[in-house]
């Protein structure tokens, strides 16, 4: 049955739960990679919104269990489908201007990628939210950028786009005040990481005071304010090359959740490897060996019952051993949000 289950774990989960991954990712290879995995079970290790774009993008005949169902992700939460569409909508109204499209952060809930794939937009993740946004601006598209206004404005930034035409839309829903129709080409929702949000530039000026000549590399989840006086930013995996292809001796700052920073001190002994400041990710700490195993227990019970035999939905998954753990898609979104998913990829892959 091992070959037949697949582990797709992210890099900030806990060593041991990495030590036992098929795949360790960042968001983006976990939710296309552990999709394209032949295995008929595939265990997401990480929060809920990469276990649904697993599920959303697996085959038919796959079934996506996720550990700990109550493992979520605050920023996830910080919109939902009806205020994303009635702000879509409020922007496009006030702009004069139909064509505004969604990018959406994978660090989302389906029903919100649904409503980004409905609209003509498309997913991203901290690892290709430029060529994302690339490909929207080259075809002279303004962008509502969602749900993290910390990756939408330091991405901006990134492409040279001036402070000026960026616009932050506060959570309340309503457009800036001084907001002039025309004058912005990414609007960008005021949602945030409370993990990456506690890092400030006093930090990384304390850390470069200590370590003279140290370099720091930080996620684009943190606050621009950071993001500007870095070296450099990437996703989990860009901040992972970026140590990898480091030498021996050098010495780094890292701007990210601290079981992360910890593997890659663990992982590259000879060079020396420093949080900015040590801040944890309590709903990727919910996923558990102790769960883990539970999961896997499930299957192998499921496996054992006649309900293996048939082919899996929703509704008859609930009634069986894996009912905690199965990722259940609402078929109402599933299209939807795989057509906005499958955009990111289509873009991603186009821009290599
Ligand atoms: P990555 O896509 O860089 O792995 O980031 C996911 C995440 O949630 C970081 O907080
Ligand atoms: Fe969500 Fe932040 Fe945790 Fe990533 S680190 S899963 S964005 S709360």
Request: hydrophobic residues 45%.
């Amino acid at each position: 049955m091992r070959d037949s289950v697949f582990i797709a774990v992210h890099h900030y989960q806990d060593e041991n739960i990495v030590a036992r991954g098929d795949l360790v990712a960042d968001s983006y290879r976990l939710a296309v990679e552990a999709a394209r995995s032949p295995a008929k079970y595939v265990v997401v290790c990480g929060v809920r919104f990469m276990a649904e774009s697993v599920a959303t993008l697996a085959r038919p005949d796959q079934i996506v269990l996720h550990p700990e169902p109550d493992a979520g992700c605050p920023m996830a939460d910080m919109i939902d489908a009806d205020t994303a569409a009635r702000t879509l909508a409020l922007l496009r109204e006030f702009e004069q201007d139909s064509e505004i499209v969604p990018v959406t952060y994978m660090n989302s809930s389906n029903a919100v990628k649904a409503l980004t794939g409905r609209e003509g937009g498309a997913i991203c993740t901290s690892g290709n939210a430029r060529p994302i946004l690339a490909h929207f601006f080259s075809r002279r598209k303004r962008v509502f950028f969602l749900p993290d206004a910390n990756l939408g404005l330091n991405t901006a930034r990134a492409m040279g786009i001036p402070e000026g035409a960026t616009a932050r839309i506060s959570r309340d829903g309503a457009l800036p005040g001084g907001l002039v129709p025309g004058a912005a080409k990414l609007f960008a929702w005021d949602g945030y990481c409370p993990v990456h949000k506690v890092m400030t530039a006093g930090d990384v000026s304390l850390f470069r005071g200590a370590h003279p000549g140290a370099k720091v590399i930080v996620h684009p989840e943190c606050v621009p304010e950071v993001a500007s006086v870095s070296d450099g930013t990437g996703s989990t995996e860009g901040l992972l090359k970026t140590l990898a292809a480091a030498p021996a001796g050098s010495v780094w700052g890292v701007g990210t959740e601290i079981q992360f920073v910890e593997r890659m001190k663990a992982t590259f002994p000879d060079r020396a490897i420093y949080p900015i400041r040590a801040s944890s990710c309590a709903n990727m700490a919910k996923v558990t060996e102790a769960n883990l195993e539970k999961a896997l227990e499930a299957i192998r019970a499921y496996e054992a019952s006649d309900a293996a035999r048939q082919p899996p939905n929703a509704a008859r998954l609930a009634e069986t051993a894996l009912g905690n753990f199965a990722v259940a898609v609402r078929d109402d979104e599933r299209a939807d949000a795989a057509r906005a998913l499958e955009a990111m990829v289509r873009i991603t892959e186009g821009a290599k």
